[in-house]
């Protein structure tokens, strides 16, 4: 499962150029996940700098750190979900149709509490992040972990709250129908 | 007022149409706009078949709002993120949402850090309250 990147693309609903995740280097499903991403230059967030800028300018944005982060939470959370489907009633759809991803219900953030960031990272790092499952329930998933370079300490997660929900009911939610 | 063209540092997209407000002192409120619009950076994937706007865009437009007030001072820092101390999302928000982030700063965790506590409303139409779409909690400092 997730052994390359056509596979990883087929669980995350995100595509080009918001995929910010990279490689699966382990996953055990309901438990853990090891997720690699690469920061290359080439990404939308480096375009139209100004010239002459200090190296700190070019920083990979925490911002997208965190996304990245999010993205390696999901993965976890939705192989251990295919996994579990997988096993339970084997590859195949009840008519014996190949079992398809379920993808009428997208991953959101719920809440996140307790990130620190450690020290930046630049093009030509790559960043590994480790996620841990604390609980899963029906649509909800809590996480948590950390993200590591060769440099050190890049970002820890105290708690990260994903959901799912029905597009229908994300068009609709607080909105005069 | 509009914030400046020049881009002085990595970030994923404008994430401020608008700025309001002044910081001084490790201290100050900034009112911030921003319509949810696909043809941002990263939009276009955030879904193929649906634009939802990134919690963490909320991020960037609280960092960038704050460093924008911030740079009236003598010394305007380049402020990054140093942690998320808390981000809730209560709404989701779709493309062509206007949405309104209103920063209440004061001193951050450690020396010359900031606290900036974010509330994001979506304005409705004319009549209709406008609905809270998502709180957070950032801690900010001066990066060089």
Known sequence: ?177 | MTPPADRTYARPLDACDTVAGRIANRAGQVVAEKTVAVTDPYLSGHFPTLTLYPAVFLLEGVRQSVEYAARDEAQAPFLDIIGVVSLRVLQPMLEGDRLVLTTVVGPGPDEESLRARCTVTRVELEGDPDVVTARLTVDLAPAG
């Open chain 1, 1 to 177: 499962m997730l052994e390359d990147f056509a596979a990883l693309l087929a669980l995350l609903p995100v595509r080009p150029p918001m995929v910010l995740v990279d490689r699966v280097v382990s996953l055990r499903p309901n438990e853990c996940i090891e997720v690699d991403k690469a920061i290359t230059s080439a990404e939308p967030c480096f375009l139209h700098l100004a010239e002459g800028l200090p190296a700190r300018r070019w920083a990979f944005p925490r911002s997208l750190l965190l996304e990245s982060f999010g993205q390696a939470a999901a993965l976890l959370w939705l192989g251990s979900v295919a996994a579990e489907e997988a096993t339970a009633a084997g590859p195949t759809g009840a008519d014996g149709s190949p079992r398809e991803p379920d993808g009428a219900r997208l991953p959101m953030v719920g809440s996140i509490r307790g990130c620190r960031y450690g020290v930046p990272v630049y093009p030509g790092d790559v960043v590994r992040h480790r996620v841990v499952v604390d609980r899963m329930v029906e649509d909800n998933a809590v996480l948590s972990g950390v993200t590591t370079s060769a440099a050190g300490s890049v970002l820890e997660v105290e708690s990260l709250v994903a959901v799912r929900r029905q597009l229908a009911t994300v068009l609709a939610t607080g909105r005069r129908q």
